[in-house]
């Protein structure tokens, strides 16, 4: 072990470009050289126990890359999970405030529908409702006023 102790290092070194974690996979290449021992077939030491320090090595950097792939899965899976329910919720506000919108006077539903649900702007609204621009304006203005005094905040 003492002789090619430097060498078995260099081989893991070689494919995880780490110092500390090179060192653990010497020591588990000698653990597992000793166990394979007796499979030995006395054709180039060097070369097999160089080949059990490389497969050591690339069994690390694989474990080491799958479990970044299961991390980043994990965080997809969470962040997929976290936009349904923002969906849904959002889906919820707006079924509420539709129904909400047709307690209106029945001159601003159009309007506001068009405004805050549809996120049409004044001008679209004006030329679908063949109304002026102006018009528009006036009757989100008082909507908004009406729904101040008849709503209760927390309804939204």
């Known amino acids: ?10 081989v893991t070194y070689s ?12 020591q588990e290449t000698f653990i597992k050289m000793m166990d394979a021992l007796p499979s030995y077939q006395s054709q180039g ?3 097999w126990l160089s080949r059990i320090a490389m497969n050591k090595a690339i069994d690390y950097k694989r474990k080491k890359a799958r479990q970044k792939e299961d991390l980043a899965f ?11 329910e923002e969906e849904w919720l959002e889906h919820e506000k707006v079924t509420a405030v539709s ?30 409702q ?6 528009v304006e006036m009757r989100l ?16």
């Open 45 to 47: 030491f060097k070369t």
């Open 130 to 135: 063949a109304l002026e621009e102006k018009t």
């Open 15 to 26: 494919v995880v470009r780490d110092e500390k974690e090179a060192e653990d996979l010497a």
């Open 74 to 84: 994990e965080t997809f899976e969470y962040e997929r999970i976290q936009s349904a």
């Open 1 to 10: 072990m003492e002789r090619y102790k430097g060498h078995v290092f260099k």
């Open 99 to 128: 129904q909400s919108i047709g307690l209106l006077p029945a001159n601003y539903q159009g309007v506001v529908q068009a405004y805050y649900i549809e996120g049409k702007s004044y001008s679209e609204i004006a030329s679908e």
């Open 141 to 156: 203005y008082r909507a908004r006023k009406w729904m101040k005094r008849n709503w209760k905040e927390d309804e939204f």
